[in-house]
């Protein structure tokens, strides 16, 4: 009976990342990029990847419920040396504040300062920018520019 109430409470809670644009620099070779939609799409949950090498983007649109992380996409694009800058993101989650600060739970383990104008507690959709994808201290920070209650 636990587990159920414990499911009842933190399901509405979970969210997802819809769509990422990851910048990244520093790729080494031809078949480094060539290579990264292909490992970007094992990830359980990436629905399409596509690389634009000459601006260093990778764009990846996500399926519904799926449990894909900014610092997964990170990691995978850093495996061969390249390093991942910033991404502009969608996601949704449950906004809430915590500590004196906005933050973005979207599941289990991920969760992301928020800042920006009109924040309110509450589940909504966030577009916005995370400029670094390796704070020196802390967790992630996305600006947002976009806001959706849902």
């Known amino acids: 009976m636990r587990w159920l109430l414990f499911w009842v409470i933190v399901l509405p809670v979970l969210g997802e990342f819809r769509t990422m644009a990851v910048r990244f620099e520093g790729i080494g070779c ?3 990029v ?3 939609p292909g490992r970007m799409k094992r990830m359980r949950g990436v629905e399409t990847a596509e690389v634009d090498a000459g601006q260093g983007v990778l764009k ?3 399926g519904e419920n799926n449990r894909v992380k900014v610092e ?4 995978a694009i850093e495996q061969d040396g390249t390093k991942a800058k910033s991404a502009v993101v969608e996601v949704r989650g449950q906004i809430e504040k915590e500590d004196g600060r906005w933050v973005l739970r979207v599941g289990p383990g991920a ?3 928020l800042r ?4 309110a507690a509450g589940r909504a959709v966030v577009s916005g920018e ?21």
Do not use: K
């Open 34 to 36: 060539e290579s990264l």
């Open 130 to 150: 995370a400029m670094q994808l390796r704070p020196g201290e802390g967790m992630i920070v996305i600006e947002a520019r976009q806001v959706r209650a849902e």
């Open 72 to 75: 997964q996409v990170r990691d």
């Open 111 to 113: 969760v992301y300062e």
């Open 116 to 119: 920006g104008e009109r924040l």
């Open 30 to 32: 031809a078949s480094c």
């Open 60 to 62: 990846l649109t996500l």
